[in-house]
């Protein structure tokens, strides 16, 4: 799907993204975030409303982008998302879909921490209840291109997650977006990654005293991980991508998200994600981000 607001032959005027998921994944945070960056932004918008909105907005706000939270509580959901999306396609307007998920034991405490009530618990338990909505928002999910994993993010990183994401610098179309994740698999794989390198063959500079403080951003300890089978394994790791992503993009694949693994994300897979970020923008794809997870950075390098 694209995010290009077009009208029968005239040129690009908007971004329309419709921000949906589970109850609890960060739907109201996403949307602050994208307020933050210059986004017109609608929360709890019944589906049937889109495009009478839609048509207002490109009348009145014909250069802002427009973001607009639509759940579970939106009356008939389904039917009325896909009556929407099938009016704005006859005037040429496709939105592109943000849905944000999380896992069910992460959903529960986070109902349970702010003591807010589930938007369709009726009886039973917010397991149920998050059972049931997960059976309602299949089919949105499936439609999806663009599914943003919350269950390992507070606030504040699923807030840079999305501006990293989505810039101020609008072109006329939402092109694929490669998230690049360092981590360490002693402290758990990231949950939502579409490809998981593990470099934990390589030799770790952890074991050598001058570099175990360092992280993989300073030039020593790349240098070491290229001096010991890492460029052999860069070569492997961006031959795939090379193939695959561009394949991934024409297919309208909004995000794909890469994670490389060492022991504790600090030197290996910090230099190798570094390096392919780099090999990667020179694709010109899309954007790409860089998050180091689990490295304990001396000046905040993560891109």
């Given at each position: 799907?694209?995010?290009?607001l077009?009208?029968?032959?005239?040129?690009?005027?908007?971004?329309?993204?419709v921000?949906?998921?589970?109850?609890?994944?960060?739907?109201s945070?996403?949307?602050?975030?994208?307020e933050?960056?210059?986004y017109?932004?609608?929360?709890?918008?019944?589906?049937?409303?889109?495009?009478t909105?839609?048509?207002?907005l490109h009348?009145?706000?014909t250069?802002t982008?427009?973001?607009?939270?639509?759940?579970?509580?939106?009356?008939?959901?389904?039917?009325?998302?896909?009556?929407?999306v099938?009016?704005?396609?006859?005037?040429?307007?496709?939105?592109?879909?943000?849905?944000?998920?999380?896992?069910d034991?992460?959903?529960?405490?986070?109902f349970?921490?702010?003591?807010r009530?589930h938007?369709?618990?009726?009886?039973?338990?917010?397991t149920e209840?998050?059972?049931?909505?997960?059976?309602?928002?299949l089919e949105?999910?499936e439609r999806?291109?663009?599914?943003?994993?919350?269950?390992?993010?507070?606030?504040?990183?699923l807030?840079?997650?999305?501006?990293?994401l989505?810039?101020?610098e609008?072109?006329?179309?939402?092109?694929?977006?490669?998230?690049?994740?360092?981590?360490?698999?002693?402290?758990?794989?990231?949950r939502?990654?579409d490809?998981v390198?593990?470099v934990?063959?390589?030799?770790?500079p952890?074991?050598?005293?001058e570099?175990?403080?360092?992280?993989g951003v300073d030039?020593?300890?790349?240098?070491?991980?290229?001096q010991r089978?890492g460029?052999?394994?860069?070569?492997?790791?961006?031959?795939?991508?090379?193939?695959?992503?561009?394949?991934h993009?024409?297919?309208?694949?909004?995000?794909?998200?890469?994670?490389?693994?060492?022991?504790?994300?600090q030197h290996?897979s910090?230099?190798?994600a570094?390096?392919?970020?780099?090999?990667?923008?020179?694709?010109?794809?899309?954007?790409?981000?860089?998050?180091?997870?689990?490295?304990?950075?001396?000046?905040?390098?993560?891109?």
């Open positions: 799907m694209t995010g290009a077009q009208t029968s032959g005239e040129e690009s005027v908007s971004r329309v993204l921000v949906t998921g589970i109850s609890g994944s960060g739907r945070t996403c949307l602050r975030a994208l933050d960056l210059g017109y932004c609608v929360d709890n918008l019944p589906a049937v409303l889109l495009p909105l839609v048509d207002t009348e009145r706000l250069s982008p427009v973001a607009v939270g639509i759940d579970i509580r939106a009356g008939q959901l389904l039917g009325d998302l896909n009556q929407a099938e009016h704005l396609a006859a005037k040429g307007v496709l939105p592109t879909f943000l849905f944000l998920d999380c896992a034991d992460v959903l529960v405490r986070r349970a921490e702010t003591r009530k938007p369709i618990w009726q009886a039973g338990t917010i209840a998050i059972r049931q909505e997960r059976a309602v928002m949105v999910r999806t291109t663009l599914v943003i994993d919350t269950s390992d993010m507070n606030i504040h990183q807030k840079r997650h999305v501006q990293r989505f810039d101020v609008l072109s006329s179309e939402l092109r694929l977006q490669v998230a690049i994740e360092s981590f360490g698999f002693k402290h758990g794989m990231p939502d990654a490809y390198f593990d934990r063959y390589l030799a770790n952890y074991f050598v005293p570099l175990a403080a360092l992280s030039g020593a300890v790349a240098e070491f991980v290229w089978g460029q052999e394994a860069l070569m492997h790791m961006t031959q795939l991508l090379d193939f695959t992503l561009p394949l993009a024409n297919e309208g694949r909004a995000l794909v998200t890469v994670a490389i693994g060492c022991t504790g994300g290996r910090v230099a190798l570094e390096a392919i970020a780099v090999h990667l923008r020179s694709l010109s794809l899309g954007r790409v981000t860089v998050t180091h997870r689990n490295a304990k950075l001396a000046n905040d390098a993560a891109t």
